[in-house]
């Protein structure tokens, strides 16, 4: 992160500022209020959120008196059940004051319970987000449940230099991975003329699925209770697309994160997270202990030809639990200051997010502190842009118990990707083979 020497005058200001309060604040120097913290980000690695919250709490946090601690770092889907767990009395014995949630956990957590961002938020402070941002944590009555910090959404993501030998060798062009068909046949071609390799590793299969039915105009896809309608024959045909790939073996679930498998020559690209960059290195080590270079190429999400173009609009917001108005201030105070928009600008090009604020996007065009390979992140910005000029955002599922009803589903998934593949090469019916994973789909309630 860049360092930021603010002269002492302008410090005081922007003290002043954040807290918002003026002399009616209820945060004292002398008596710290700490803030317990559960978040996503850098469950893989060293976090750059655990950086930012030592830089405020070695300076806001400490000329005002909060302290942010982390206590907790995972996934999202293993927070949201973390956090349902620990407000059901079980063995979390108590709640953080703050953490990173999807709104559907935040719903299923009680509104009554959580504060109301926009009770400590003026509008005009919030007219400077992105509103499809806002959107995106608010409950239905109008509640501001979660506040947007960053944004992700899905990207191809590639070992460049493994992908120029099959390019070669095959004709196929970074251009053709543009459609779901030029993917899918690019897979097919990559699997043959490497010897029964895997092309690509999905981290939300799911999701592209919805992506692709929704640009075939599917319709509702959804039942009542927030799971997919086996009647819907548009989604279906979507769905049937991934599984007969998967089928055999020309993609797969991935073991968690792509990058992994990216990394280690298991496959030869992912497809996940614009976050999913933080994490990757510079080479490419292959079981057998040879590297050569990554050369890492990042490319829009496929999409379906002659349609509208269709992106997912993912990630968490910051919820905080209501407990007193002295950690609600505390809450709030930390989440202006996280959200200040160079500080901001600089969080997201360092973790490969979106920036929350209005015009932020159009500073990364020229912005000059990517991590290395810098690259690397100029292409992802690059892809991004394209996105949020050619496809439109779609929100993510608000089920309760949605994300764990994915999670079985990948479960199961990964453990059919171990015997599909030879048993379509011993002959059976690849349609056959996908229709089994179908009825796993429409097995889970």
């Known amino acids: 992160m860049k360092k930021r020497f603010l002269p002492l005058l302008l410090s005081a200001v922007l003290l002043l500022a954040l807290s918002g309060c003026g002399e009616d604040t209820l945060l004292e120097k002398n008596d710290p209020v700490t803030i317990d913290f559960w978040h996503v980000y850098g469950e893989q690695s060293g976090s750059p959120m655990d950086a930012l919250v030592q830089e405020f709490n070695s300076t806001i946090g400490q000329d005002t008196g909060v302290r942010v601690r982390v206590s907790n770092l995972s996934s999202a889907a293993e927070i949201g059940g973390f956090l349902k767990e620990a407000q059901n009395g079980g063995d979390l014995l108590n709640m953080p004051d703050l953490f990173t949630c999807h709104i559907a956990d935040a719903v299923a957590l009680g509104e009554e319970n959580l504060v109301d961002w926009r009770d400590w938020f003026t509008e005009e402070e919030l007219s400077d987000f992105v509103p499809g941002f806002l959107e995106d944590g608010t409950s239905a009555d109008g509640r501001l449940l979660l506040f947007p910090i960053s944004k992700s959404t899905q990207l191809f993501m590639c070992n460049g230099t493994g992908f120029d030998r099959f390019s070669k060798a095959c004709g196929v062009k970074y251009e ?118 990554m050369d890492l190429h990042v490319r829009p999400m496929p999409r379906t030809a002659g349609r509208d173009a269709l992106m997912t609009q993912a990630g968490v917001g910051l919820g905080a639990c209501r407990t007193t108005d002295q950690k609600a201030e505390a809450a709030a105070l930390f989440v202006r200051w996280l959200t200040e928009p160079e500080r901001n600008l600089d969080f997201v090009a360092q973790t490969g997010y979106m920036p929350v604020r209005i015009g932020a996007f159009d500073d990364i065009e020229n912005y000059d502190g990517f991590p290395e390979p810098a690259e690397s992140y100029r292409q992802l910005y690059a892809a991004l842009k394209t996105m949020r000029e050619d496809y439109t955002p779609v929100s993510e599922p608000r089920f309760a118990d949605y994300y764990s009803k994915v999670s079985v589903l990948y479960d199961g998934l990964r453990q059919m990707q171990q015997e599909l593949p030879r048993r379509a090469a011993s002959g059976e019916d690849v349609n056959a083979l996908a229709e089994e994973t179908w009825a796993l789909l429409c097995s889970i309630r």
């Not at 496959?267 to 590297?291: E, H, K, P």
Request: proline letters at 3%; one cysteine or more.
């Open 176 to 293: 053709d991975l543009a459609t779901w068909d030029g993917f899918y046949d690019a897979a097919a071609k990559f699997h043959d003329w490497s010897g029964g390799r895997t092309f690509c590793a999905l981290d939300y299969p799911i999701r592209a699925v919805e992506l692709r039915a929704m640009e075939c105009r599917s319709g509702n896809f959804y039942t009542e209770n927030g799971w997919y309608d086996p009647n819907n024959a548009v989604f279906k045909e979507s769905w049937m697309q991934f599984a007969r790939a998967l089928a055999q073996g020309h993609v797969v679930v991935s073991d968690l994160y792509s990058n992994t498998q990216v990394m280690t020559g298991e496959v030869l690209s992912g497809l996940g997270s614009s976050a999913a960059i933080l994490y990757y290195n510079d080479t490419v080590t292959y079981r057998d202990g040879t590297q050569e270079p």
